[in-house]
């Protein structure tokens, strides 16, 4: 159980243009899905927190106009890279937040390596 | 100070040692605490979830320290498939957000 899927796993676009990552979670229901970047050799620095039906959150520094989320269903969600550049070439991933036996665990898709170039 | 700070490493072991790492955090309130394994390139694994009466799966023993703010993870006689970079995750008392530490790396060797 709690399997999350991410699509695309690569991509590579030109910079200026749009790039929609999905995040689902296969086989159960998630109120709250996260959404992470990574920076080689780095810890995941969490960006947005996405909540079915409502706007996301996002984190300090993060620019809600260049990285749209969109929770439109228990089971997933989106997040679109506007006006790529090099500079947002990275891993993301993200989470989808289940009650387990010791509080809030999250299970993560396998993520996405955006290269722009 | 960071939220959750953990020794870098990499800590480089012969199979079939004993290896342990630390990982302290800052908000006292925090409430669950997580060990994640990452592989190259890969998304975070959910270890397992450390409770307050230490627990054990198999070679991985996992304690918190709630008076002195820290989590550990013990692993017995290391594999070479063990060889990851280990996350010590809190749940802090706001919401259902995790903070994650920044990694310990361990290498496995023959």
């Known amino acids: 159980g709690a399997v999350v899927s991410q699509h695309p796993s690569r991509v590579i676009c030109k910079s200026g243009t749009s790039v929609k990552i999905e995040c689902r979670s296969l086989d159960f229901q998630a109120t709250t899905m996260f959404w992470y970047r990574q920076f080689p050799k780095k810890s995941l620095m969490l960006m947005a927190t996405s909540n079915e039906g409502s706007k996301a959150t996002y984190e300090q520094g993060v620019e809600k106009d260049k990285f749209l989320i969109n929770h439109a269903s228990l089971t997933l969600s989106t997040l679109t890279v506007t006006s790529a550049h090099p500079e947002d070439s990275s891993f993301y991933i993200c989470?989808?937040?289940?009650?387990?036996?010791?509080?809030?665990?999250?299970?993560f898709g396998p993520g996405t390596r955006l290269t722009v170039t | 100070r960071k939220e959750v700070e953990q020794d870098p490493g990499p800590f480089n072991v012969p199979e079939g040692a004993t290896v342990a790492f630390n990982c302290t955090y800052s908000?006292?309130?925090?409430?669950?605490f997580f060990w994640y394994r990452q592989d190259c390139r890969k998304e975070p694994k959910l270890l397992m979830s450390v409770y307050s009466s230490g627990n054990e799966d198999g070679r991985f023993t996992a304690q918190l320290n709630r008076a002195s703010q820290y989590i550990s993870l013990l692993i017995r006689d290391s594999k070479l498939s063990d060889s990851a970079t280990y996350l010590c995750?809190?749940?802090?008392?706001?919401?259902?957000?995790?903070?994650f530490g920044a990694g310990t790396i361990l290498r496995v060797k023959s």
């Open positions: 989470s989808a937040s289940s009650i387990g036996t010791s509080g809030y665990e999250q299970y």
């Open positions: 908000n006292s309130a925090s409430q669950s």
């Open positions: 995750v809190v749940n802090p008392e706001y919401g259902n957000k995790l903070v």
